[in-house]
T-cell receptor
Framework: DAKTTQPPSMDCAEGRAANLPCNHSTISGNEYVYWYRQIHSQGPQYIIHGLKNNETNEMASLIITEDRKSSTLILPHATLRDTAVYYCIVLRPIFAGNEKLTFGTGTRLTIIP | DAGVIQSPRHEVTEMGQEVTLRCKPISGHNSLFWYRQTMMRGLELLIYFNNNVPIDDSGMPEDRFSAKMPNASFSTLKIQPSEPRDSAVYFC?????????????FGQGTRLTVV
């Protein structure tokens, strides 16, 4: 699976959009980009995933560049509850049900009141 | 569904004792993952199962660690004998692939302290 690179930490003002970048320059054609977050002392939580098209759900938007070598997770209106470690993961489904979900070091996002 | 249930939530044990962590995945899910999290090493994948079969145990640190999944609704992670360096939070997660999505759901974790 492709390796990802994320900044170790970021700050964002409450109410503003938080943009979290991720580099995955070695991504291959059949690998998906997943984002999870981990709020302090809790288990990680799925946010969103995509292959090559931009995706949006109730939590966030995912923008993947045309060459797929990088992506950005956008939290449109950050709140204090969004303070967490955010993980970008590139995942290659081997076959149904056998995806090896491994986490890097992530980005520690702090929302400033 | 109550989500992924782990027990106990906290465990304190003496070095050399056997420790068993338990996990009940979400009903209908066919993949189960065990993770260990420490400040130094982050979130490490120890082992994962698909349809109750261990698929990849390359993350299991050594022979003192073993994991089983006797049926679709129960898994255990055992450490025997335990050592202080095993102190960590252990997470269990389960997933079911639906289309291209393999969203994994995590339990609340077991905080293990070995003294």
């Amino acid at each position: 699976d492709a390796k990802t690179t994320q900044p170790p930490s970021m700050d964002c003002a409450e109410g503003r959009a938080a943009n979290l970048p991720c580099n995955h320059s070695t991504i291959s054609g059949n690998e998906y980009v997943y984002w999870y977050r981990q709020i302090h002392s809790q288990g990680p939580q799925y946010i969103i995933h995509g292959l090559k098209n931009n995706e949006t759900n109730e939590m966030a938007s995912l923008i993947i560049t045309e060459d797929r070598k990088s992506s950005t997770l956008i939290l449109p209106h950050a709140t204090l509850r969004d303070t967490a470690v955010y993980y970008c993961i590139v995942l290659r489904p081997i076959f149904a049900g056998n995806e090896k979900l491994t986490f890097g070091t992530g980005t520690r996002l702090t929302i400033i009141p | 569904d109550a989500g992924v249930i782990q027990s106990p939530r906290h465990e304190v044990t003496e070095m050399g004792q056997e420790v068993t962590l338990r996990c009940k995945p979400i009903s209908g899910h066919n993949s189960l993952f065990w993770y260990r999290q420490t400040m130094m090493r982050g979130l490490e994948l120890l082992i994962y199962f698909n349809n109750n079969v261990p698929i990849d145990d390359s993350g299991m640190p050594e022979d003192r660690f073993s994991a089983k999944m006797p049926n679709a609704s129960f898994s255990t992670l055992k450490i025997q004998p335990s050592e202080p360096r095993d102190s960590a939070v252990y997470f269990c997660a389960s997933s079911l692939r639906q289309g291209t999505n393999t969203e994994a759901f995590f339990g609340q974790g077991t905080r293990l302290t070995v003294v």
